[in-house]
T-cell receptor, first 109, second 113 residues
Framework: GQNIDQPTEMTATEGAIVQINCTYQ??????LFWYQQHAGEAPTFLSY????GLEEKGRFSSFLSRSKGYSYLLLKELQMKDSASYLC??????????FGKGNQVVVIP | DTGVSQDPRHKITKRGQNVTFRCDPI?????LYWYRQTLGQGPEFLTY????????KSRLLSDRFSAERPKGSFSTLEIQRTEQGDSAMYLC???????????FGSGTRLTVV
């Protein structure tokens, strides 16, 4: 089975840095994905980690520790348009992704 | 190719009616997935095709739900005898053979009244 856990909501100020955590328990592992989803829209791909360590892509970075079943997404220099839900998803080795409930980030001026 | 297309974007139906949704994946993607998402939740897996073969179905996919991908291109998801609990966003996604990540369509929002 698969269990993916994320905190539900956080508020941060424009220009700040926010870290969104994800813990997972899966019987297999073939990569962890982060998606951004604005209200009423489809999820869009942000990052992918399959090996331990940090992947940096512009203002967004994602970290993975396979031994701890843990990942985080780091959002820097927050902008108002970053207000969205951030979904953690794991490929458990069965050719499909299992998603967490998502973490709602609200950016305030 | 402009991405994954879903039709319709919104559907309101009366309880007990049948509905059908369509998904057109990215043309070179041989894998196609259907997910369901309710408010405040992440997407839940429903079913998965590789080419025209339906390889996996979730327990969530009761006998009222059926999905097809007849020629390995577009797919349809049909819900028979809809219930209010079927109200959700139905998301389609596709990926190439390497499954590096999905590309999602914009979804079909179903409201059963």
């Amino acid at each position: 089975g698969q269990n993916i856990d994320q905190p539900t909501e956080m508020t941060a100020t424009e220009g700040a840095i926010v870290q969104i955590n994800c813990t997972y328990q899966t019987s297999g592992f073939n990569g962890l994905f982060w998606y951004q989803q604005h209200a009423g829209e489809a999820p869009t791909f942000l990052s992918y980690n399959v090996l331990d360590g940090l992947e940096e892509k512009g203002r967004f970075s994602s970290f993975l520790s396979r031994s701890k079943g843990y990942s985080y997404l780091l959002l820097k220099e927050l902008q108002m348009k970053d207000s969205a839900s951030y979904l953690c998803a794991v490929n458990g080795g069965n050719n499909r992704l299992a998603f967490g409930k998502g973490n709602q980030v609200v950016v305030i001026p | 190719d402009t991405g994954v297309s879903q039709d319709p974007r919104h559907k309101i139906t009366k309880r007990g009616q049948n509905v059908t949704f369509r998904c057109d994946p990215i043309s070179e993607h041989n894998r196609l997935y259907w997910y369901r998402q309710t408010l405040g939740q992440g997407p839940e897996f429903l079913t998965y095709f590789q080419n025209e073969a339906q390889l996996e179905k979730s327990r969530l996919l009761s006998d009222r739900f059926s999905a097809e991908r007849p020629k390995g291109s577009f797919s349809t998801l049909e819900i028979q005898r809809t219930e209010q609990g079927d109200s959700a966003m139905y998301l389609c996604a596709s990926s190439p053979p390497s499954v590096w990540g999905y590309t999602f369509g914009s979804g079909t929002r179903l409201t059963v009244v």
